[in-house]
């Protein structure tokens, strides 16, 4: 372990709910709460306001209403939040060539390989620098911490939460790890830590006492040793700035289980679908399909198959999850589907027989649902005339999410409150603009349309206000702020400088039902 706190862990408070908030004038300083709206919902991202209620992250969405009823809840805007997240990922590599992105909110940096830091002051400094950039960059706020390892760093920055810094002195560790308890510690679970309470070692300073051959005898030999190590502040992992991909996968959990075979199929292969486009994104192709199930009743099948090569080709992948689905008893009903590819690799290995195969399938499969589908001239046989329009159908409701951003020909740009019975409530306001009026109008109104949204921070031509661009490497001590009124730099027990805001519970954004890219 390095001599200096120069390794930086950074994360963003609340990062969906702050986007949110700064999105929406109404909704600041208001209990806001990101996520799944439907019946199998979870919580994403709950504002700090929303978590005096006791509305954390991973929470079944229906718990979250019942204890805040009267909070805000919004459907995700990942193309949002991943526009905001490269701008701190900028700001970060700006600082140093080594940063390691744990998610789009939380990333490590090793502020010494870019010269940042060398020393506690210059790491403080760039510390501070760094959230004062992030606030005028995006409008948001970071909690940084700063020690000499990444699991040090990380712990600080729990700490600092919200919008604080904490740096962690070298040969102090042990002193400050001491009374925290082992939850503290990465890779300690509930069950990690029910099973050490049952041995009597509920903090980390009992982990270090009771030594490490009693902690491989109650956990193991991996998990004991890396558990002692961490106990004594020992973390030699260094920064990694690519952490290489394993696998790429979507998923999508249904508000009502599916029955329909066909319909269950029809799903697969759009998830293929959209997992190639993805691999594709990131200019890499797999050999291995993974096919993910989960029945009605809980229990979760995943099936994979191994192509000869790697292959990026929809046709390909589709053919092969088809395949897999064939394999699976779907009887009773599904609640989640997945597809993923994984044996990543960064070229691609052709299989024309495969995509005819596929092809073939694909149109076999369409023409299975066509059949299945009765013709106009049958449905207007079967269904009795119900008004003037002559039995017809009327148009299917258009759907507004709630949350997301849309533009009327008259009011201009607003966000979605909530819809339905033929209705759909508007707010007009704009990040820069006072909390706007709210307006109802019908669900076909022509002039109302989806809009993309509105940066965070409104920047007019004649500013020249720091972005990622225009952020320069740290050249040195000189143009840096020199204190922090929200930092705080730690020493050691009862050793500590200016005030911080009390600790609040961690925001965890990466979840969110959909797309996932697993990393080691």
Same mark, same amino acid.
């Given at each position: 372990?390095?001599? +200096?706190?120069?390794?930086?862990?950074? *994360?963003?408070?609340?990062?969906?709910?702050?986007?949110?908030?700064?999105?929406?004038?109404?909704?600041? #300083?208001?209990?806001?709460?990101?996520?799944?709206?439907? @019946?199998?919902?979870?919580?994403?991202?709950?504002?700090?306001?929303?978590?005096?209620?006791?509305?954390?992250?991973?929470? %079944?969405?229906?718990?979250?209403?019942?204890?805040?009823?009267?909070?805000?809840?919004?459907?995700?805007?990942?193309?949002?939040?991943?526009?905001?997240?490269?701008?701190?990922?900028?700001?970060?590599?700006?600082? !140093?060539?080594?940063?390691?992105?744990?998610?789009?909110?939380?990333?490590?940096?090793?502020?010494?390989?870019?010269?940042?830091?060398?020393?506690?002051?210059?790491?403080?400094?760039?510390?501070?620098?760094?959230? +004062? *950039? =992030?606030?005028?960059? &995006?409008?948001?706020?970071?909690?940084?911490?700063?020690?000499?390892?990444?699991?040090?760093?990380?712990?600080?920055?729990?700490?600092?939460?919200?919008? #604080?810094?904490?740096? =962690?002195? @070298?040969?102090?560790?042990?002193?400050?790890?001491?009374?925290?308890?082992?939850?503290?510690?990465?890779?300690?679970?509930?069950?990690?830590?029910?099973?050490?309470?049952? +041995?009597?070692?509920? &903090?980390?300073?009992? =982990?270090?006492?009771?030594?490490?051959?009693?902690?491989?005898?109650?956990?193991?030999?991996?998990?004991?040793?890396?558990?002692?190590?961490?106990? /004594?502040?020992?973390?030699?992992?260094?920064?990694?700035?690519?952490?290489?991909?394993?696998?790429?996968?979507?998923?999508? &959990?249904?508000?009502?289980?599916?029955?329909?075979?066909?319909?269950?199929?029809?799903?697969?292969?759009?998830?293929?679908?959209?997992?190639?486009?993805? /691999?594709?994104?990131?200019?890499?192709?797999?050999?291995?399909?993974? /096919?993910?199930?989960?029945?009605?009743?809980?229990?979760?099948?995943?099936?994979?198959?191994?192509?000869?090569?790697?292959?990026?080709?929809?046709?390909?992948?589709?053919?092969?999850?088809?395949?897999?689905?064939?394999?699976?008893? &779907?009887?009773?009903?599904?609640?989640?589907?997945?597809?993923?590819?994984?044996?990543?690799?960064?070229?691609?290995?052709?299989?024309?027989?495969?995509?005819?195969?596929?092809?073939?399938?694909?149109?076999?499969?369409?023409?299975?649902?066509?059949?299945?589908? %009765?013709?106009? +001239?049958?449905?207007?046989?079967?269904?009795?005339?119900?008004?003037?329009?002559?039995?017809?159908?009327? %148009?299917?409701?258009?759907?507004? !999410?709630?949350?997301?951003?849309?533009?009327?020909?008259?009011?201009?740009?607003?966000?979605?409150?909530?819809?339905?019975?033929?209705?759909?409530?508007?707010?007009?306001?704009?990040?820069?603009?006072?909390?706007?009026?709210?307006?109802?109008?019908?669900?076909?109104?022509?002039?109302?349309?989806?809009?993309?949204?509105?940066?965070?921070?409104?920047?007019?031509?004649?500013?020249?206000?720091?972005?990622?661009?225009?952020?320069?490497?740290?050249?040195?001590?000189?143009?840096?702020?020199? !204190?922090?009124?929200?930092?705080?730099?730690?020493? #050691? @027990?009862?050793?500590?400088?200016?005030?911080?805001?009390?600790?609040?519970?961690?925001?965890?954004?990466?979840?969110?039902?959909?797309?996932?890219?697993?990393? @080691?």
């Amino acid at each position: 372990m390095r001599n +200096a706190p120069t390794i930086l862990h950074l *994360d963003m408070d609340a990062f969906f709910a702050s986007a949110e908030q700064a999105s929406k004038p109404s909704l600041r #300083g208001k209990a806001v709460v990101v996520g799944g709206l439907g @019946p199998r919902g979870v919580v994403s991202t709950a504002s700090y306001e929303a978590r005096v209620f006791g509305v954390n992250s991973a929470m %079944p969405m229906a718990q979250a209403r019942r204890r805040a009823p009267n909070a805000a809840y919004l459907v995700p805007r990942f193309g949002l939040y991943r526009e905001v997240s490269d701008q701190v990922m900028g700001l970060l590599r700006a600082l !140093s060539p080594l940063v390691e992105p744990l998610s789009l909110d939380e990333a490590f940096v090793d502020l010494e390989a870019g010269g940042t830091a060398w020393d506690e002051r210059s790491a403080r400094l760039a510390g501070a620098k760094l959230r +004062a *950039d =992030i606030r005028a960059v &995006t409008g948001l706020t970071g909690s940084v911490g700063l020690a000499a390892s990444k699991m040090l760093a990380k712990i600080a920055s729990e700490q600092a939460k919200p919008d #604080g810094l904490v740096l =962690i002195d @070298p040969g102090t560790e042990r002193e400050l790890l001491g009374p925290m308890s082992v939850r503290t510690l990465p890779g300690v679970g509930p069950a990690t830590g029910d099973h050490l309470r049952r +041995a009597g070692i509920t &903090t980390v300073g009992e =982990i270090a006492e009771a030594g490490e051959d009693e902690l491989v005898r109650l956990l193991g030999k991996a998990h004991g040793h890396a558990l002692f190590a961490m106990a /004594l502040a020992r973390d030699d992992r260094p920064v990694v700035s690519d952490r290489e991909t394993k696998s790429v996968s979507v998923e999508d &959990t249904y508000d009502v289980d599916i029955h329909d075979r066909v319909r269950v199929g029809l799903e697969v292969q759009r998830l293929a679908d959209r997992c190639v486009r993805r /691999l594709r994104g990131a200019g890499l192709s797999g050999r291995t399909i993974v /096919l993910k199930v989960r029945r009605y009743d809980f229990s979760t099948l995943t099936r994979s198959e191994t192509l000869r090569g790697p292959t990026d080709d929809p046709a390909v992948v589709q053919e092969a999850a088809a395949r897999l689905l064939e394999g699976v008893d &779907t009887t009773g009903g599904v609640r989640l589907l997945g597809v993923g590819v994984s044996g990543l690799a960064d070229y691609t290995q052709e299989d024309l027989f495969a995509q005819a195969q596929a092809q073939a399938q694909a149109e076999a499969v369409a023409a299975a649902v066509a059949a299945a589908e %009765p013709s106009a +001239a049958e449905r207007a046989r079967a269904e009795p005339d119900t008004g003037p329009a002559g039995g017809k159908e009327p %148009p299917a409701e258009r759907r507004w !999410s709630a949350g997301h951003d849309v533009r009327h020909a008259e009011f201009g740009y607003g966000w979605v409150q909530g819809s339905g019975l033929g209705r759909v409530t508007v707010r007009f306001e704009t990040p820069y603009s006072e909390p706007g009026r709210v307006r109802t109008f019908r669900t076909d109104d022509p002039r109302l349309e989806p809009a993309d949204p509105l940066p965070l921070v409104e920047r007019r031509p004649e500013e020249s206000g720091p972005t990622p661009a225009d952020v320069e490497p740290w050249a040195s001590e000189a143009g840096a702020p020199e !204190s922090d009124p929200a930092a705080r730099v730690v020493q #050691g @027990p009862g050793d500590q400088v200016s005030s911080d805001p009390a600790s609040r519970p961690k925001s965890r954004s990466g979840g969110g039902a959909g797309d996932a890219t697993s990393s @080691p």
